[in-house]
Protein backbone atom coordinates (compact mmCIF):
# COMPACT_ATOMS: atom_id res chain seq x y z
CA UNK A 1 0.00 0.00 0.00
CA UNK A 2 1.62 3.46 -0.81
CA UNK A 3 2.02 6.04 2.36
CA UNK A 4 -0.55 7.99 1.50
CA UNK A 5 -3.46 5.53 1.23
CA UNK A 6 -1.58 4.08 5.05
CA UNK A 7 -2.07 7.79 5.83
CA UNK A 8 -5.40 7.94 4.55
CA UNK A 9 -5.59 4.71 6.82
CA UNK A 10 -4.74 6.18 9.81
CA UNK A 11 -6.52 9.70 9.31
CA UNK A 12 -9.58 7.74 9.44
CA UNK A 13 -8.64 6.21 12.63
CA UNK A 14 -8.11 9.13 14.24
CA UNK A 15 -11.39 10.92 13.01
CA UNK A 16 -12.87 7.43 14.78
CA UNK A 17 -11.34 8.17 17.86
CA UNK A 18 -12.53 12.13 18.00
CA UNK A 19 -15.50 10.96 17.13
CA UNK A 20 -16.01 8.49 19.48
CA UNK A 21 -14.48 11.09 22.14
CA UNK A 22 -17.30 13.43 21.11
CA UNK A 23 -19.63 11.05 21.93
CA UNK A 24 -18.29 9.91 25.55
CA UNK A 25 -18.40 13.66 26.17
CA UNK A 26 -22.11 13.94 24.83
CA UNK A 27 -23.35 10.82 27.06
CA UNK A 28 -21.49 12.10 30.18
CA UNK A 29 -22.68 15.48 30.30
CA UNK A 30 -26.47 14.40 29.65
CA UNK A 31 -25.55 11.58 32.68
CA UNK A 32 -24.36 14.74 34.68
CA UNK A 33 -27.95 15.90 34.41
CA UNK A 34 -28.88 13.61 36.50
CA UNK A 35 -26.88 13.40 39.23
CA UNK A 36 -26.69 16.23 42.22
CA UNK A 37 -27.99 16.82 45.94
CA UNK A 38 -31.05 17.12 45.13
CA UNK A 39 -32.08 13.36 44.86
CA UNK A 40 -34.49 14.12 41.85
CA UNK A 41 -35.51 9.99 39.74
CA UNK A 42 -34.69 10.27 36.46
CA UNK A 43 -38.08 10.65 35.38
CA UNK A 44 -38.07 13.88 37.28
CA UNK A 45 -35.14 15.29 35.70
CA UNK A 46 -36.59 13.78 32.39
CA UNK A 47 -39.78 16.15 32.99
CA UNK A 48 -37.66 19.20 34.31
CA UNK A 49 -35.47 18.80 31.63
CA UNK A 50 -38.58 19.41 28.81
CA UNK A 51 -39.16 21.53 31.69
CA UNK A 52 -42.30 20.14 32.34
CA UNK A 53 -41.25 19.17 36.10
CA UNK A 54 -42.20 21.56 38.89
CA UNK A 55 -40.73 24.50 39.27
CA UNK A 56 -38.14 24.07 41.62
CA UNK A 57 -36.52 20.86 39.51
CA UNK A 58 -36.73 23.18 36.19
CA UNK A 59 -34.28 25.36 37.92
CA UNK A 60 -32.41 22.52 39.40
CA UNK A 61 -31.82 20.90 36.06
CA UNK A 62 -31.69 24.54 34.14
CA UNK A 63 -30.27 27.15 36.47
CA UNK A 64 -28.14 24.90 38.76
CA UNK A 65 -27.08 21.47 36.87
CA UNK A 66 -26.91 23.22 32.93
CA UNK A 67 -24.75 25.40 33.73
CA UNK A 68 -22.67 23.81 35.41
CA UNK A 69 -22.32 20.87 33.47
CA UNK A 70 -21.39 23.83 30.42
CA UNK A 71 -18.99 25.16 32.72
CA UNK A 72 -17.30 21.61 33.30
CA UNK A 73 -16.98 21.10 29.34
CA UNK A 74 -15.39 24.65 28.50
CA UNK A 75 -13.31 25.48 31.73
CA UNK A 76 -12.11 21.24 31.13
CA UNK A 77 -11.50 22.32 27.52
CA UNK A 78 -9.72 25.82 27.82
CA UNK A 79 -7.47 24.53 30.51
CA UNK A 80 -6.50 21.43 29.01
CA UNK A 81 -5.67 23.01 25.59
CA UNK A 82 -3.84 26.00 27.51
CA UNK A 83 -1.49 23.47 29.18
CA UNK A 84 -0.82 21.70 25.65
CA UNK A 85 -0.15 25.05 24.20
CA UNK A 86 2.07 26.39 26.84
CA UNK A 87 4.04 22.77 26.59
CA UNK A 88 4.64 23.33 23.12
CA UNK A 89 5.19 27.02 22.57
CA UNK A 90 7.72 26.70 26.05
CA UNK A 91 9.04 23.37 24.88
CA UNK A 92 8.49 21.92 28.36
CA UNK A 93 6.80 19.14 29.29
CA UNK A 94 6.47 21.02 32.85
CA UNK A 95 4.81 23.82 31.65
CA UNK A 96 1.08 24.08 32.92
CA UNK A 97 -1.85 27.06 32.15
CA UNK A 98 -0.62 28.37 35.42
CA UNK A 99 3.10 28.65 34.23
CA UNK A 100 3.11 32.21 33.92
CA UNK A 101 2.19 32.92 36.80
CA UNK A 102 -1.63 33.32 35.63
CA UNK A 103 -3.14 31.48 38.73
CA UNK A 104 -1.52 33.16 40.76
CA UNK A 105 -2.21 36.29 40.00
CA UNK A 106 -5.82 35.65 40.28
CA UNK A 107 -5.93 33.93 43.40
CA UNK A 108 -3.94 37.65 44.71
CA UNK A 109 -6.17 39.56 42.90
CA UNK A 110 -9.70 37.23 44.54
CA UNK A 111 -7.95 37.46 48.07
CA UNK A 112 -7.50 41.31 47.61
CA UNK A 113 -11.17 41.45 46.45
CA UNK A 114 -12.18 39.36 49.48
CA UNK A 115 -10.01 40.41 52.05
CA UNK A 116 -9.04 44.06 51.48
CA UNK A 117 -12.57 45.01 50.03
CA UNK A 118 -14.35 43.07 52.86
CA UNK A 119 -15.73 39.83 51.11
CA UNK A 120 -19.60 39.55 50.60
CA UNK A 121 -18.80 39.72 47.02
CA UNK A 122 -17.83 35.55 46.62
CA UNK A 123 -19.96 34.03 43.84
CA UNK A 124 -22.35 31.60 44.92
CA UNK A 125 -23.63 30.09 41.54
CA UNK A 126 -27.08 30.86 40.13
CA UNK A 127 -29.93 32.50 42.63
CA UNK A 128 -33.10 29.92 42.33
CA UNK A 129 -35.31 32.50 43.59
CA UNK A 130 -34.48 35.19 40.94
CA UNK A 131 -32.70 32.76 38.14
CA UNK A 132 -33.47 35.19 35.01
CA UNK A 133 -30.86 37.97 36.50
CA UNK A 134 -27.45 36.53 36.76
CA UNK A 135 -27.61 37.93 40.70
CA UNK A 136 -23.93 37.64 41.96
CA UNK A 137 -21.82 40.20 41.65
CA UNK A 138 -18.46 39.96 39.58
CA UNK A 139 -16.15 42.22 41.73
CA UNK A 140 -13.94 38.85 42.75
CA UNK A 141 -14.17 37.29 38.96
CA UNK A 142 -12.75 40.75 37.87
CA UNK A 143 -10.44 41.42 40.04
CA UNK A 144 -8.92 37.88 39.48
CA UNK A 145 -8.86 38.81 35.58
CA UNK A 146 -7.35 42.50 36.47
CA UNK A 147 -4.63 40.90 38.59
CA UNK A 148 -4.29 37.59 35.78
CA UNK A 149 -4.00 39.42 32.88
CA UNK A 150 -1.36 41.90 34.46
CA UNK A 151 0.74 39.41 35.27
CA UNK A 152 0.55 37.70 31.73
CA UNK A 153 1.43 41.46 29.80
CA UNK A 154 4.24 42.17 32.40
CA UNK A 155 5.88 38.62 31.60
CA UNK A 156 5.18 38.87 27.78
CA UNK A 157 6.31 42.59 27.76
CA UNK A 158 9.42 41.94 29.43
CA UNK A 159 9.90 38.99 27.35
CA UNK A 160 9.97 40.94 24.10
CA UNK A 161 12.37 43.27 25.26
CA UNK A 162 14.81 41.46 25.79
CA UNK A 163 14.24 37.17 24.79
CA UNK A 164 11.49 35.31 24.14
CA UNK A 165 13.21 32.07 24.57
CA UNK A 166 11.31 29.42 26.33
CA UNK A 167 13.99 29.28 29.11
CA UNK A 168 13.64 32.87 30.10
CA UNK A 169 10.16 32.62 29.73
CA UNK A 170 9.41 29.85 31.88
CA UNK A 171 11.81 31.20 34.67
CA UNK A 172 10.29 34.71 34.68
CA UNK A 173 6.78 33.00 35.36
CA UNK A 174 8.62 31.53 38.52
CA UNK A 175 9.49 34.72 39.16
CA UNK A 176 6.38 36.21 38.97
CA UNK A 177 4.44 33.56 40.30
CA UNK A 178 6.12 33.68 43.71
CA UNK A 179 5.64 37.05 44.06
CA UNK A 180 1.65 36.56 44.10
CA UNK A 181 1.88 34.06 46.34
CA UNK A 182 4.27 36.14 48.66
CA UNK A 183 2.11 39.07 48.15
CA UNK A 184 -1.15 36.53 48.99
CA UNK A 185 0.61 35.47 51.66
CA UNK A 186 0.99 38.84 53.08
CA UNK A 187 -2.91 39.94 53.07
CA UNK A 188 -3.55 36.58 54.36
CA UNK A 189 -1.57 37.46 57.34
CA UNK A 190 -3.76 40.86 58.09
CA UNK A 191 -6.77 38.91 57.13
CA UNK A 192 -9.82 38.51 59.77
CA UNK A 193 -10.67 35.24 60.37
CA UNK A 194 -13.80 35.22 58.17
CA UNK A 195 -12.23 36.98 55.06
CA UNK A 196 -9.21 34.38 55.12
CA UNK A 197 -11.61 31.57 55.21
CA UNK A 198 -13.52 33.37 52.34
CA UNK A 199 -10.51 33.95 50.28
CA UNK A 200 -9.29 30.05 50.61
CA UNK A 201 -12.82 28.96 49.73
CA UNK A 202 -12.63 30.78 46.42
CA UNK A 203 -9.14 29.28 45.36
CA UNK A 204 -11.03 25.76 45.41
CA UNK A 205 -11.99 25.30 42.24
CA UNK A 206 -15.52 25.16 42.13
CA UNK A 207 -17.78 24.94 38.86
CA UNK A 208 -21.26 25.80 40.93
CA UNK A 209 -20.11 29.02 40.71
CA UNK A 210 -20.73 29.07 36.86
CA UNK A 211 -23.86 31.22 35.31
CA UNK A 212 -25.15 30.66 31.74
CA UNK A 213 -23.14 34.40 31.31
CA UNK A 214 -20.05 33.20 32.67
CA UNK A 215 -20.19 29.79 30.63
CA UNK A 216 -20.37 32.37 27.48
CA UNK A 217 -17.59 34.58 28.24
CA UNK A 218 -15.56 31.53 28.87
CA UNK A 219 -16.77 30.06 25.59
CA UNK A 220 -15.91 32.70 23.59
CA UNK A 221 -12.37 32.97 24.50
CA UNK A 222 -12.46 29.07 24.61
CA UNK A 223 -13.79 28.74 20.97
CA UNK A 224 -11.06 31.74 19.79
CA UNK A 225 -8.20 29.99 21.55
CA UNK A 226 -9.19 26.63 19.85
CA UNK A 227 -9.52 28.13 16.26
CA UNK A 228 -6.62 29.90 16.08
CA UNK A 229 -4.52 26.70 17.53
CA UNK A 230 -5.97 24.31 15.07
CA UNK A 231 -5.29 26.43 12.38
CA UNK A 232 -1.66 26.90 13.75
CA UNK A 233 -1.13 22.92 13.84
CA UNK A 234 1.54 22.72 11.58
CA UNK A 235 3.35 26.22 13.17
CA UNK A 236 3.18 24.59 16.44
CA UNK A 237 4.26 21.00 14.47
CA UNK A 238 7.65 22.49 13.53
CA UNK A 239 7.94 24.30 16.56
CA UNK A 240 9.05 21.30 18.17
CA UNK A 241 11.98 20.83 15.79
CA UNK A 242 13.10 23.70 17.91
CA UNK A 243 13.45 27.59 17.70
CA UNK A 244 16.17 27.62 14.79
CA UNK A 245 14.87 24.61 12.78
CA UNK A 246 11.56 26.36 12.58
CA UNK A 247 12.49 29.50 11.54
CA UNK A 248 14.30 27.78 8.44
CA UNK A 249 11.12 26.34 8.07
CA UNK A 250 9.66 29.67 7.58
CA UNK A 251 8.22 29.67 10.92
CA UNK A 252 7.38 33.92 12.71
CA UNK A 253 8.54 31.70 16.21
CA UNK A 254 8.69 34.45 18.14
CA UNK A 255 5.42 36.19 16.44
CA UNK A 256 3.75 32.58 17.31
CA UNK A 257 4.81 32.13 20.55
CA UNK A 258 3.37 35.59 21.72
CA UNK A 259 -0.03 34.99 20.34
CA UNK A 260 -0.19 31.68 21.90
CA UNK A 261 0.58 31.94 25.03
CA UNK A 262 -1.25 35.48 25.74
CA UNK A 263 -4.06 33.51 24.27
CA UNK A 264 -3.29 30.14 26.42
CA UNK A 265 -3.12 32.73 29.58
CA UNK A 266 -5.97 34.43 28.77
CA UNK A 267 -7.73 30.96 28.73
CA UNK A 268 -6.73 30.34 31.83
CA UNK A 269 -6.99 33.69 33.39
CA UNK A 270 -10.81 33.60 32.90
CA UNK A 271 -11.61 30.05 33.93
CA UNK A 272 -9.83 30.67 36.82
CA UNK A 273 -11.10 34.07 37.58
CA UNK A 274 -15.08 32.69 36.89
CA UNK A 275 -14.16 29.29 38.73
CA UNK A 276 -11.03 29.35 40.90
CA UNK A 277 -8.29 27.25 40.54
CA UNK A 278 -8.55 23.65 38.96
CA UNK A 279 -5.45 22.02 39.12
CA UNK A 280 -3.75 19.85 36.86
CA UNK A 281 -6.04 19.29 34.18
CA UNK A 282 -3.53 20.88 32.02
CA UNK A 283 -0.72 18.44 32.53
CA UNK A 284 -2.89 15.48 32.67
CA UNK A 285 -4.82 15.94 29.49
CA UNK A 286 -1.99 16.85 27.41
CA UNK A 287 0.67 14.44 28.08
CA UNK A 288 -2.00 11.58 28.19
CA UNK A 289 -3.13 12.60 24.88
CA UNK A 290 0.45 13.18 23.51
CA UNK A 291 1.25 9.69 24.64
CA UNK A 292 -1.75 8.16 23.17
CA UNK A 293 -2.08 9.90 20.08
CA UNK A 294 1.36 11.19 19.37
CA UNK A 295 2.41 14.77 18.78
CA UNK A 296 0.69 15.90 15.64
CA UNK A 297 -1.45 19.08 16.85
CA UNK A 298 -3.85 18.56 13.78
CA UNK A 299 -4.58 15.74 16.45
CA UNK A 300 -3.82 16.43 19.66
CA UNK A 301 -5.36 19.94 20.01
CA UNK A 302 -8.92 18.10 19.26
CA UNK A 303 -8.21 15.08 21.52
CA UNK A 304 -6.77 17.17 24.50
CA UNK A 305 -9.57 19.15 24.41
CA UNK A 306 -11.95 16.46 24.56
CA UNK A 307 -9.99 14.75 27.03
CA UNK A 308 -9.70 18.03 29.11
CA UNK A 309 -14.13 18.00 29.11
CA UNK A 310 -14.18 14.26 29.64
CA UNK A 311 -11.84 15.01 33.03
CA UNK A 312 -13.76 17.38 34.31
CA UNK A 313 -17.27 16.03 33.97
CA UNK A 314 -16.07 12.85 35.58
CA UNK A 315 -14.43 14.97 38.46
CA UNK A 316 -17.39 17.25 38.96
CA UNK A 317 -20.38 14.50 38.83
CA UNK A 318 -17.61 12.05 41.29
CA UNK A 319 -17.47 15.25 43.85
CA UNK A 320 -21.14 16.03 44.11
CA UNK A 321 -21.48 11.88 44.55
CA UNK A 322 -19.28 11.81 47.43
CA UNK A 323 -19.59 14.74 48.78
CA UNK A 324 -23.30 13.99 49.48
CA UNK A 325 -25.05 17.45 49.71
CA UNK A 326 -22.17 19.47 49.10
CA UNK A 327 -19.46 19.11 46.52
CA UNK A 328 -16.06 18.63 47.00
CA UNK A 329 -13.37 20.97 45.60
CA UNK A 330 -13.36 19.82 42.07
CA UNK A 331 -9.43 20.91 41.77
CA UNK A 332 -8.91 18.50 44.19
CA UNK A 333 -10.56 15.48 42.45
CA UNK A 334 -9.07 16.27 38.89
CA UNK A 335 -5.75 15.24 40.48
CA UNK A 336 -7.12 12.71 42.80
CA UNK A 337 -9.01 11.29 39.97
CA UNK A 338 -6.42 11.98 37.51
CA UNK A 339 -3.21 11.70 39.09
CA UNK A 340 -2.33 7.75 39.35
CA UNK A 341 -3.92 7.22 35.77
CA UNK A 342 -1.24 9.56 34.67
CA UNK A 343 1.31 7.58 36.54
CA UNK A 344 -0.12 4.35 35.00
CA UNK A 345 0.38 6.08 31.56
CA UNK A 346 4.38 7.61 32.15
CA UNK A 347 5.07 4.16 33.73
CA UNK A 348 3.18 1.76 31.46
CA UNK A 349 5.62 0.39 28.54
CA UNK A 350 3.85 2.19 26.29
CA UNK A 351 6.56 4.76 26.00
CA UNK A 352 6.00 4.33 23.28
CA UNK A 353 6.92 5.46 20.34
CA UNK A 354 3.52 5.39 18.25
CA UNK A 355 1.83 8.19 17.01
CA UNK B 1 23.98 32.21 -6.86
CA UNK B 2 24.70 32.82 -2.98
CA UNK B 3 27.27 35.27 -2.60
CA UNK B 4 28.20 36.59 1.16
CA UNK B 5 29.98 39.99 1.00
CA UNK B 6 32.10 41.31 3.52
CA UNK B 7 29.19 39.54 6.04
CA UNK B 8 29.99 40.88 9.87
CA UNK B 9 27.78 39.47 13.24
CA UNK B 10 28.10 40.16 17.06
CA UNK B 11 25.92 38.50 19.27
CA UNK B 12 26.03 41.16 21.57
CA UNK B 13 25.82 45.20 20.64
CA UNK B 14 29.42 45.50 23.05
CA UNK B 15 30.79 41.98 22.55
CA UNK B 16 33.52 41.29 20.00
CA UNK B 17 32.36 40.52 16.78
CA UNK B 18 32.05 36.85 15.52
CA UNK B 19 32.24 37.38 11.77
CA UNK B 20 34.68 40.32 10.94
CA UNK B 21 33.85 40.57 7.15
CA UNK B 22 33.06 36.58 5.76
CA UNK B 23 32.55 36.46 2.05
CA UNK B 24 32.15 33.93 0.03
CA UNK B 25 30.14 32.79 -3.55
CA UNK B 26 28.71 29.39 -4.16
CA UNK B 27 27.46 28.97 -7.60
CA UNK B 28 24.10 26.29 -8.59
CA UNK B 29 24.91 22.75 -7.91
CA UNK B 30 28.17 23.59 -5.96
CA UNK B 31 29.44 21.60 -3.19
CA UNK B 32 31.14 23.84 -0.54
CA UNK B 33 32.61 22.77 2.59
CA UNK B 34 33.60 25.17 5.17
CA UNK B 35 36.07 24.07 7.48
CA UNK B 36 37.48 26.03 10.18
CA UNK B 37 38.42 25.65 14.45
CA UNK B 38 35.67 25.10 16.69
CA UNK B 39 34.60 28.87 17.32
CA UNK B 40 35.77 30.09 14.18
CA UNK B 41 32.11 31.18 12.98
CA UNK B 42 30.52 28.44 11.06
CA UNK B 43 27.77 27.88 12.54
CA UNK B 44 27.35 31.82 13.12
CA UNK B 45 27.79 32.13 9.09
CA UNK B 46 25.21 29.50 8.60
CA UNK B 47 22.50 31.26 10.90
CA UNK B 48 23.14 34.42 9.31
CA UNK B 49 22.69 32.74 5.64
CA UNK B 50 19.89 30.91 7.01
CA UNK B 51 18.39 34.15 8.74
CA UNK B 52 18.06 33.09 12.17
CA UNK B 53 20.60 35.62 12.91
CA UNK B 54 21.04 39.06 10.95
CA UNK B 55 23.95 40.04 9.36
CA UNK B 56 25.35 43.16 11.76
CA UNK B 57 27.10 44.59 8.10
CA UNK B 58 27.74 43.38 4.70
CA UNK B 59 25.23 41.41 2.77
CA UNK B 60 24.18 38.05 1.11
CA UNK B 61 22.45 37.80 -1.58
CA UNK B 62 20.77 34.75 -3.15
CA UNK B 63 19.91 34.50 -7.00
CA UNK B 64 20.66 38.39 -7.12
CA UNK B 65 18.17 39.00 -4.17
CA UNK B 66 19.20 40.52 -0.85
CA UNK B 67 18.15 37.57 1.91
CA UNK B 68 17.75 40.02 4.40
CA UNK B 69 14.92 41.65 3.01
CA UNK B 70 12.95 38.30 2.31
CA UNK B 71 9.84 36.96 4.05
CA UNK B 72 10.72 33.84 5.98
CA UNK B 73 8.68 32.21 4.21
CA UNK B 74 10.21 33.25 0.88
CA UNK B 75 13.63 32.56 2.31
CA UNK B 76 12.25 29.14 3.23
CA UNK B 77 11.22 28.19 -0.21
CA UNK B 78 15.09 28.70 -1.54
CA UNK B 79 17.25 27.63 1.52
CA UNK B 80 16.88 24.56 3.53
CA UNK B 81 18.16 23.58 7.06
CA UNK B 82 19.75 20.29 7.69
CA UNK B 83 20.68 21.33 11.60
CA UNK B 84 23.01 19.45 13.99
CA UNK B 85 21.27 18.55 16.64
CA UNK B 86 17.82 17.42 15.01
CA UNK B 87 14.79 17.21 16.56
CA UNK B 88 11.68 16.08 15.82
CA UNK B 89 8.23 15.30 17.49
CA UNK B 90 6.49 12.34 18.38
CA UNK B 91 5.70 12.34 14.57
CA UNK B 92 5.13 10.03 11.62
CA UNK B 93 7.85 10.06 8.99
CA UNK B 94 5.66 11.22 6.49
CA UNK B 95 4.29 13.75 8.88
CA UNK B 96 8.20 15.36 9.53
CA UNK B 97 8.48 15.12 6.05
CA UNK B 98 5.37 16.96 5.16
CA UNK B 99 6.28 19.29 7.73
CA UNK B 100 9.46 20.80 5.17
CA UNK B 101 5.80 21.89 3.08
CA UNK B 102 4.97 24.56 5.89
CA UNK B 103 6.47 26.81 3.75
CA UNK B 104 4.41 26.25 0.50
CA UNK B 105 0.93 25.45 1.84
CA UNK B 106 1.27 27.80 5.09
CA UNK B 107 -1.70 26.15 7.09
CA UNK B 108 -3.33 23.42 5.43
CA UNK B 109 -1.22 20.65 3.81
CA UNK B 110 -3.38 19.64 -0.26
CA UNK B 111 -3.27 16.87 -2.27
CA UNK B 112 -0.27 17.66 -4.40
CA UNK B 113 2.17 18.06 -1.24
CA UNK B 114 0.81 15.19 -0.01
CA UNK B 115 2.70 13.68 -3.32
CA UNK B 116 5.18 15.63 -3.20
CA UNK B 117 5.78 14.14 0.45
CA UNK B 118 5.19 10.75 -1.18
CA UNK B 119 7.82 11.08 -4.52
CA UNK B 120 10.51 12.61 -1.91
CA UNK B 121 10.21 9.01 0.06
CA UNK B 122 10.25 6.88 -2.79
CA UNK B 123 13.30 8.45 -4.21
CA UNK B 124 15.31 8.31 -0.86
CA UNK B 125 14.08 4.81 -0.55
CA UNK B 126 11.91 5.59 3.00
CA UNK B 127 8.94 4.76 1.79
CA UNK B 128 8.90 1.68 4.62
CA UNK B 129 9.45 4.02 7.28
CA UNK B 130 6.59 6.61 6.19
CA UNK B 131 4.14 5.21 8.86
CA UNK B 132 7.07 5.06 11.70
CA UNK B 133 7.50 7.21 15.01
CA UNK B 134 10.56 9.52 13.67
CA UNK B 135 11.74 10.12 17.33
CA UNK B 136 12.18 6.41 17.46
CA UNK B 137 14.67 6.08 14.89
CA UNK B 138 18.41 5.71 15.20
CA UNK B 139 21.26 8.80 14.50
CA UNK B 140 21.57 8.02 10.96
CA UNK B 141 18.01 7.20 9.92
CA UNK B 142 16.89 10.57 11.42
CA UNK B 143 19.65 12.52 9.63
CA UNK B 144 18.17 10.93 6.55
CA UNK B 145 14.23 12.38 7.34
CA UNK B 146 16.29 15.82 7.94
CA UNK B 147 17.29 15.84 4.67
CA UNK B 148 13.92 14.23 3.17
CA UNK B 149 12.25 17.06 5.36
CA UNK B 150 14.92 19.55 3.69
CA UNK B 151 14.03 18.02 0.00
CA UNK B 152 10.57 18.81 1.16
CA UNK B 153 10.96 22.50 0.59
CA UNK B 154 11.97 22.39 -2.56
CA UNK B 155 15.08 24.17 -1.62
CA UNK B 156 17.85 25.45 -4.38
CA UNK B 157 20.59 26.03 -1.69
CA UNK B 158 20.68 23.51 1.79
CA UNK B 159 22.97 24.33 4.37
CA UNK B 160 24.30 21.02 6.60
CA UNK B 161 25.65 21.82 9.94
CA UNK B 162 28.17 19.10 10.51
CA UNK B 163 26.33 16.35 9.42
CA UNK B 164 28.11 13.54 10.58
CA UNK B 165 29.24 14.34 13.94
CA UNK B 166 26.74 11.35 15.70
CA UNK B 167 27.41 9.01 12.93
CA UNK B 168 29.28 5.99 12.73
CA UNK B 169 31.67 5.64 9.78
CA UNK B 170 29.07 3.58 7.90
CA UNK B 171 26.46 6.08 8.46
CA UNK B 172 28.71 9.29 7.65
CA UNK B 173 29.40 7.72 4.16
CA UNK B 174 25.71 6.98 3.48
CA UNK B 175 24.59 10.45 4.73
CA UNK B 176 27.13 11.91 2.23
CA UNK B 177 26.73 9.85 -0.63
CA UNK B 178 22.76 10.81 -0.67
CA UNK B 179 23.37 14.44 -0.29
CA UNK B 180 25.87 14.52 -3.24
CA UNK B 181 23.52 12.58 -5.27
CA UNK B 182 20.71 14.31 -4.50
CA UNK B 183 22.96 17.64 -5.18
CA UNK B 184 23.81 16.15 -8.67
CA UNK B 185 20.61 14.87 -9.42
CA UNK B 186 18.51 18.37 -9.08
CA UNK B 187 20.86 20.81 -9.16
CA UNK B 188 20.78 21.81 -5.82
CA UNK B 189 23.80 23.43 -4.00
CA UNK B 190 24.51 22.77 -0.82
CA UNK B 191 26.41 24.62 1.98
CA UNK B 192 28.32 22.06 4.48
CA UNK B 193 31.01 22.39 7.50
CA UNK B 194 32.65 19.13 8.03
CA UNK B 195 35.21 17.94 10.56
CA UNK B 196 36.65 15.21 9.15
CA UNK B 197 39.07 16.48 6.11
CA UNK B 198 39.13 13.24 4.44
CA UNK B 199 35.44 13.31 4.47
CA UNK B 200 35.57 16.86 3.33
CA UNK B 201 37.50 16.00 0.01
CA UNK B 202 35.10 13.21 -0.32
CA UNK B 203 32.11 15.50 -0.55
CA UNK B 204 33.12 19.12 -1.71
CA UNK B 205 33.44 20.80 -4.77
CA UNK B 206 34.44 23.91 -3.32
CA UNK B 207 36.06 25.01 0.34
CA UNK B 208 36.15 27.51 2.76
CA UNK B 209 38.51 27.83 4.96
CA UNK B 210 37.35 30.09 8.17
CA UNK B 211 39.83 31.99 10.83
CA UNK B 212 39.08 34.61 12.86
CA UNK B 213 35.51 35.54 11.15
CA UNK B 214 36.72 35.44 7.70
CA UNK B 215 37.20 33.38 5.27
CA UNK B 216 40.60 33.08 4.61
CA UNK B 217 40.78 30.84 1.79
CA UNK B 218 38.26 29.67 -1.12
CA UNK B 219 38.61 27.58 -4.04
CA UNK B 220 39.01 23.86 -5.23
CA UNK B 221 40.68 20.87 -4.54
CA UNK B 222 43.87 22.14 -5.48
CA UNK B 223 44.24 25.25 -2.84
CA UNK B 224 44.29 22.77 0.30
CA UNK B 225 47.66 22.38 1.03
CA UNK B 226 49.89 21.34 4.32
CA UNK B 227 50.79 25.02 5.08
CA UNK B 228 46.31 26.01 4.63
CA UNK B 229 46.09 23.20 6.99
CA UNK B 230 48.53 24.10 9.43
CA UNK B 231 47.35 28.02 9.10
CA UNK B 232 44.04 26.91 10.38
CA UNK B 233 43.87 24.42 12.92
CA UNK B 234 47.38 24.71 13.79
CA UNK B 235 48.31 20.98 13.01
CA UNK B 236 51.22 19.11 11.03
CA UNK B 237 49.11 16.79 8.37
CA UNK B 238 50.82 15.06 5.67
CA UNK B 239 48.88 14.91 2.20
CA UNK B 240 49.57 11.87 0.42
CA UNK B 241 48.06 11.22 -2.99
CA UNK B 242 46.38 8.01 -3.39
CA UNK B 243 44.62 7.17 -6.94
CA UNK B 244 44.71 10.85 -7.92
CA UNK B 245 43.34 12.02 -4.40
CA UNK B 246 44.41 13.69 -1.73
CA UNK B 247 44.47 11.88 1.76
CA UNK B 248 45.44 13.42 4.99
CA UNK B 249 47.36 11.60 6.94
CA UNK B 250 48.49 11.61 10.51
CA UNK B 251 49.05 15.26 12.42
CA UNK B 252 50.24 16.79 15.48
CA UNK B 253 49.94 19.97 17.47
CA UNK B 254 51.91 22.93 16.02
CA UNK B 255 53.83 24.31 19.17
CA UNK B 256 54.27 23.12 22.40
CA UNK B 257 51.26 23.41 23.97
CA UNK B 258 52.09 21.14 26.37
CA UNK B 259 55.16 23.00 27.65
CA UNK B 260 52.80 25.62 29.43
Not at chain 1, 143 to 162: E, P, T, Y
Not at chain 1, 229 to 255: C, E, K, Y
Not at chain 2, 58 to 80: H, P, W
Not at chain 2, 157 to 164: G, I, Q, R
Request: proline share 2%; charged share 15%.
Amino acid sequence: MGSIALLQKKRRKQFVVIAMMLLAVLVLSFLCLFVGSANMSIKQCLQALMKKGTNAHNRIIWNIRMPRVLAAMVAGAGLALSGLIMQTGLNNAMASPSTLGVSNAAVFGANLSIIVFSGGFLSTGNNPNNWDVGANPYSTSLMAFVFAVLSVLLILGLCSLRSFSPGVVVLAGLALSSVWTAATTFLQYYATDVGLSAAVVWSFGDLGRATYRTDTIMAIVVVIGFIYFRLNAWQFNALLSGDATARTMGIRVDALRFVSMLLASLITAVCVSFLGVIGFVGIICPHVTKKIMGQDHRVSIPVTALSGMLLLLLADTLSRTIGSGSALPVGAITSLLGAPFFLAIIFSGKENRKC
Amino acid sequence: MLSCNNVTFRYDRSGLPVLRGASLELEQGEIGILLGKNGSGKTTLFKNILGIHKPSGGEILFQGQNLTKMSRRERARRIAYVPQDIQFGELTVFDSVLMGRVSHFGLKASHADYEAVEKILQDMGLESYAQRNVAALSGGERQKIAIARAMAQEPKLMVFDEPTGNLDISNEHLIIQEAKKLAREKNISILSSLHDLNQAMNFGDKFFFLKDGVVKYAGGKEIITEDVILDIFDIHVHIVEIENEKVFVGGHIHGNLHEH
